[in-house]
């Protein structure tokens, strides 16, 4: 009979920080392993046993339990030490609960702290763009060409922070500045469908940022930065008067967090003031953000409240002058945005011996009021979320290798603008199960997904369905295959939106039908070491993504007299490809070196290029494409290459970043033939982007650090979409503090 309970949380020694995912071990019928929060608990026979805890990368630690008979309950607080600089990854996102990257069944990518806080990145958007097969465009994250530019509405990728989506109601938008980038412990980007857990919008993939906690600590940082934006790499792009000589940023943020038994808390603030390198595309911002969390006695109970409040003003930046004045906004004019954004979610999660539950709610609202130009349209707008989930992870059948998820999801989304037609409200009620099985060198996964879509007068319901199998075939060789259903329902800005910017009209299409579709890979990772003792992962993917309905925002003459944008179903596509991936490094000689590479290839396919899609002006995905052949979707890149490199040593470092991006194969013809320069700037610069940044910091000592990064290093010409060029060459200085 069992009788002996023993529960704890596993740290990292030096740091402090808990250890997800760390393996607690008496027997094969014994073990567990530690949660999102650095928590175990097991049970044991009532004697005198030795457990083991070990974690990839850390010495294992073995344990013998109290001798005395009267001892049911024994509570651990148990710190590992490193034994290799380069630790394996552990992710939660795969399949909400705790495990290796290289026995998930998808391909996932994570972001390490080391690149946030070395190039010196004012939003997390910047830093994804290092990720292999992850490219953004005005804000719209894009995972293997499944995206094109939308506009800054509807997203495919569903953005989540710690756990839970952080879309803004109305648009689906990704609000990058408003993510608390000074406390991330990890970025973890699933690729591909991941609408079973994650629902609508997570129909090309997830980013989940999680947060960090101080552990039993106190954390202490700050930092404090300054750059300048340098001359653009034509001189008449120059936009400001010649007595004017730099376009400046500025920034910075202190976070102080502490630990206790059983209550701890993180506080920040982060600032900037960016004038920004085109004419109206300003960034001026400030941000609070506070997360806490409460222990019970026992500790099987924690809950907690976290929250964001942001304030800014910002400007937006459309079509240009001409290709001549690239960074000057249509007609000069632009309106400055002031914002307000602030979050609050209330949590509370139970850690028993069968089951584990989570109770998670996120109150979510945003407030633009964007300044009227003279002949412009309201364009102002506010939306209100409340997302509620309740999830139960089932452990009876741990102990044979099997754990399920279950859990029941409401979001209700509020949106209020002239330009979406008055009050509109989006609700959404789903239910999913997921199992998992893990035996010896298998892992298996499956799940499924029922929700419930309703926006004014449409409504629709959705299953989705998904199944994969890892297989471990040697010792660090790693087979993996997936397949996975996903949707995604419009939102409010696609199906309601009527406006304007300057002479360019946004037409609504409340017809517009939910999209739908599946993502397939195989896949394989290998782990290898050099003689050295560094150590590396690779990896290689071949994909197939599938859509149903594909909605695109489309620039064509909706009606005979006018241009503009408007939201569409463009039929079916299919989007396939490869990847291939090299992360890892390691000490060398008293040398810390990291690495990561990728290439990914994607060939993107609209499978019926004469589909008349609007009637009115009778147009198909061929007549409204540069693309003669109509059979390339418009706006995605054939070739993505990302590397970056780190040497540390001592008190010194150096880094590296290096991105290619192909050019685009089609776009609206409607942009060509119109809109001033688009034709010109698409034929000087046909081969593609290449960029370059570097870094360099030096340690003052074990706290404090002075960091240097050049971006842009060539002045490179980065045509990103139709009338917009990237920004030119930077120079950021940061001097930071650590505790």
């Not at 970025?187 to 101080?214: C, D």
């Amino acid at each position: 009979m069992l009788k002996r309970e023993i529960t704890g949380y596993v740290y990292d020694e030096k740091t402090e920080e808990p250890l997800v995912g760390a393996s607690i071990y008496l027997n094969p019928k014994f073990a567990t392993i530690t949660n999102q929060d650095g928590f175990f608990e097991l049970f044991i026979p009532d004697s005198i046993c030795t457990i083991s805890v070990s974690f990839i990368g850390y010495e294992t630690v073995k344990l013998t339990t109290d001798s005395a008979a009267y001892t049911k309950v024994e509570h651990w607080n148990i710190y590992l030490k490193e034994s290799s600089r380069f630790l394996e990854p552990v992710v939660v996102s795969a399949g909400k609960k705790s495990q290796r990257e290289v026995e998930t069944t998808v391909s996932i990518s994570t972001i390490q702290p080391y690149l946030i806080q070395n190039r010196i990145t004012t939003s997390i958007q910047n830093t994804l763009q290092q990720v292999p097969g992850v490219s953004s465009t005005d804000g719209q994250a894009n995972i293997r060409s499944g995206s094109g530019w939308s506009y800054g509405t509807g997203s495919r990728v569903s953005v989540l922070v710690d756990d839970m989506p952080m879309l803004a109601a109305g648009t689906g938008q990704a609000l990058w500045s408003f993510f608390p980038i000074e406390n991330v412990q990890q970025v973890e980007v699933i690729k591909g469908s991941s609408s079973v857990l994650y629902g609508s919008s997570a129909l090309n993939g997830v980013i989940n940022i999680r947060t960090a906690w101080p552990g039993n600590k106190e954390l202490i940082s700050a930092s404090m930065y300054a750059g300048v934006y340098d001359k653009p790499a034509k001189s008449s792009w120059n936009w400001k008067p010649a007595s004017e000589k730099f376009l400046t940023q500025s920034g910075g943020h202190i976070l102080y967090g502490k630990g206790y038994e059983r209550f701890q808390y993180v506080l920040s603030v982060n600032g900037l003031i960016d004038e920004g390198y085109r004419m109206g595309d300003q960034d001026k911002r400030i941000r609070a953000s506070g997360k806490t969390r409460f222990f019970s006695k026992d500790k099987k109970w924690n809950y907690g409240l976290n929250a964001n409040l942001l304030y800014g003003k910002t400007g937006s930046f459309l079509l240009w002058q001409n290709y001549d004045s690239a960074y000057t906004s249509r007609g000069s004019s632009y309106g400055l945005n002031s914002s307000r954004r602030f979050n609050l979610d209330p949590y509370l999660n139970y850690h028993g011996t069968q089951t584990e539950h989570f109770l998670q709610m996120r109150f979510y609202d945003v407030e633009n009021a964007i300044e009227q130009l003279d002949g412009e349209p309201d364009q102002s707008n506010a939306t209100k979320s409340i997302y509620t989930e309740y999830r139960v992870k089932w452990k009876q059948l741990q102990s044979k290798g099997f754990l399920f998820n279950t859990g029941l999801v409401s979001v209700y989304g509020e949106t209020i603008a002239t330009m979406f037609q008055g009050r509109k409200v989006q609700q959404n009620q789903a239910a999913y199960v997921q199992g998992d099985f893990k035996k010896g060198r298998w892992n298996l996964s499956a799940g499924a997904r029922y929700e419930h879509f309703r926006m004014e007068q449409q409504a629709e319901g959705k299953p989705v369905f998904k199944a994969g199998v890892n297989f471990r075939v040697a010792k660090a060789t790693f087979a993996r295959a997936s397949f996975g259903q996903g949707y995604r329902f419009p939102v409010v800005s696609e199906s309601f939106i009527r406006t304007n910017s300057g002479p360019v009209n946004i037409y609504p299409n409340p017809d517009l039908k939910p999209e739908s579709g599946y993502s397939m890979e195989i896949g394989l990772r290998q782990g290898f070491q050099t003689k050295s003792g560094l150590k590396f992962m690779a990896d290689i993917a071949f994909y197939r993504m599938y859509f149903e309905n594909m909605m695109e925002f489309t620039f064509g003459p909706w009606v005979p007299t006018d241009l503009g944008f408007k939201s569409i179903n463009v039929g079916p596509t299919l989007i396939q490809g490869a990847e291939i991936s090299l992360t890892g490094g390691g000490t060398w000689r008293k040398n810390d070196i990291k690495v990561l590479l990728g290439y990914t290839y994607a060939d993107p396919q609209n499978l019926q290029p004469d589909f008349v899609y609007t009637t009115g002006v009778p147009l198909t995905y061929k007549s409204s494409s540069t693309d003669t052949s109509g059979k390339i979707l418009k706006y995605r890149n054939r070739h993505l290459i990302k590397a970056d490199l780190q040497w540390e040593r001592t008190r010194y470092g150096l880094g590296a970043s290096y991105r290619y991006t192909s050019k685009y194969e089609a776009i609206d013809q409607a942009f060509v033939l119109i809109i001033n320069g688009v034709k010109e700037s698409y034929a000087e610069n046909n081969k593609g982007s290449h960029i370059v940044d570097l870094r360099a910091f030096f340690h003052i000592n074990a706290d404090w650090k002075i960091t240097g990064t050049i971006n842009n290093v060539f002045n490179a010409i980065v045509l990103s979409r139709p009338c917009d060029i990237g920004a030119p060459r930077s120079f950021v200085c940061q001097i930071s503090y650590r505790y």
